[in-house]
């Protein structure tokens, strides 16, 4: 799923390529991904983008007043093109669900909104203010935006593990299942530590690491072209997908906890005092 680094450089590309440019057309490839039916999207023709940002791991193209608001979920994709066909793509067919061309159809650039898979989770809302969308509305403040007093106010008291509680949108927004591995491997912090249980220095490990790991997949993402950055997330990541590879760190093999539709990795070594996580999941198929 695109994080807050890759969401951050799709903004940028948008701001450096987009906007200044026309809304020409709006293909709808899949009814399905667009979650608001008034304004229609046929609003957005002629309008001019004025400007790219985004919220957590939500993107916003603000075109004269009207957003285009897109969450990627987990297989959903942005792939900026110099030119797109000008004929309408057939609905239902392939993994594109929205086209936006920004100049004259079959001539000038624009976007495809792209998802793989069958589950379905693709996101776009048209609005005229943000915060009309309940989503982000219920966002908690952006991970790269907190202090350490900001962060230890907001895990204070919490029961969750660490794990769950960085990557609960409403808490903190922007880090997702990739990124919490990252962190608190750097950090050297289990993942099972009760959120609200942390000591003060694990807490000033914790921050030091989200805004390290955080600040530099941004540096290596912007710029990137939109279709080089899935390698360039794979590419800067130590512990997250590498189980069975030995630790940057220390050596030791990375481990893995699966759950039902996810999984995390860690490094015993620097993370739990040696000690492999209980993964109820993998027991059972080992049975």
Known sequence: MPELPEVEALAHHLREFAVGRTVHRVDVASLQVLKTATPPWTELHGRTVTAAGRYGKYLDMDCDGLHLVVHLARAGWLRWADTLSAAPPKPGKGPLALRVHLGPPGEGPGFDLTEAGTKKGLAVWIVTDVQQIPQIQSLG??????????LTNLLSGRTERLKNAITDQRLLSGVGNAYSDEILH???????????????????????????????????????????????????????????LPCPVCGDTIREVSF?????????????????????RMSKLLK
């Open 141 to 150: 403040p952006d991970a790269l935006s907190l202090s350490v007093e900001d």
């Open 186 to 244: 750097t950090a050297k912090l289990s993942p099972y530590a009760t959120a609200g249980k942390l000591t003060d220095g694990a807490l000033a490990r914790l921050h030091e690491a989200m805004q390290s790991v955080l600040k530099d997949a941004v540096d290596r993402s912007v710029g990137q072209s939109a279709a080089r950055l899935k390698g360039e997330k794979r590419s800067g990541l130590r512990v997250h997908a590498r189980t069975g």
């Open 260 to 280: 039902a539709d996810k999984s995390l990795q860690y490094c015993p070594t620097c993370q739990t005092n040696g000690k492999p996580l209980a993964d109820r």
